[in-house]
């Protein structure tokens, strides 16, 4: 089974501080997403990578930047983290070499920016 | 406008109903279509893909109408462990992926 693990499933920080969110799979999946969930919004898309240090933006990259050193490892990091960023964060990966369109999700990390 | 749109309900129905759920969508050129399942606290799953010709697993059944630009998902028989939220996902090609905000149902006993 493939697995995605998170970190944290729960963090609380402060306004103004560096918060880093890890993601890690083990399945050698090529492409890896981060995702934002908030109520009646869905899954938004922050930045996606489909290499070792590659990454694009998706739809909301603003105040996130990201970090692909190894293929295994995708991380989020938030510079200065403010309170709409208080959101659920769900790390994704897919094969593009099988089907490429099935997306495993990580278990989440609930972050609170008080 | 929204690129999916679902009613995010609640649908709250008993066990043994049959309940549908339908999504629309605004991009035309859409090439796959999907429908995952989110139990409440936990990460979305695959639940099934959807197909022009519509599938079947089990007591699912998935439809598309790419005419009408929307999917639907049909649930026979539902059990207490089907409450879930219900979410619309397609991909236009490439590594863009739009998800839905969700449909909640609750089944009761």
């Known amino acids: 089974d493939v697995k995605v693990t998170q970190s944290s499933r729960y963090l609380v920080k402060r306004t103004g501080e560096k918060v880093f969110l890890e993601c890690v799979q083990d399945?050698?999946?090529?492409?890896m997403f981060w995702y934002r969930q908030d109520p009646g919004l869905g899954l938004r898309l922050i930045y996606f990578?489909?290499?070792?240090?590659?990454?694009e933006k998706g739809d909301i990259p603003e105040g996130y930047s990201v970090s692909r050193e190894k293929k295994e490892r995708f991380s989020l990091i938030l510079e200065s983290a403010s309170t709409n960023q208080t959101s659920m964060y769900l790390c994704a990966s897919t094969d593009p070499r099988g089907d490429g369109n099935e997306q495993f999700f990580g278990p989440g990390t609930r972050l609170t920016v008080l | 406008r929204k690129e999916v749109e679902q009613d995010p309900g609640p649908f709250n129905v008993p066990e043994g109903a049959t309940v549908a759920f339908n999504c629309t969508y605004s991009?035309?050129?859409?090439?796959?279509f999907f429908w995952y399942r989110q139990d409440c606290r936990k990460e979305p799953k695959l639940l099934m893909s959807?197909?022009?010709s519509g599938n079947e697993d089990g007591r699912f059944t998935a439809q598309l109408n790419r005419a009408s630009q929307y999917i639907s998902l049909l649930i026979r028989d539902s059990k207490l462990s089907d409450s879930a939220t219900y979410l619309c996902?397609?991909?236009?090609?490439?590594?863009?992926?739009?998800f839905g905000a969700g449909t909640r149902l609750f089944v009761k006993a």
């Open positions: 990578s489909y290499d070792v240090k590659m990454k």
């Open positions: 996902v397609l991909n236009t090609g490439g590594f863009k992926t739009i």
């Open positions: 399945m050698d999946h090529e492409n």
């Open positions: 959807v197909y022009s």
């Open positions: 991009n035309s050129a859409s090439q796959s």
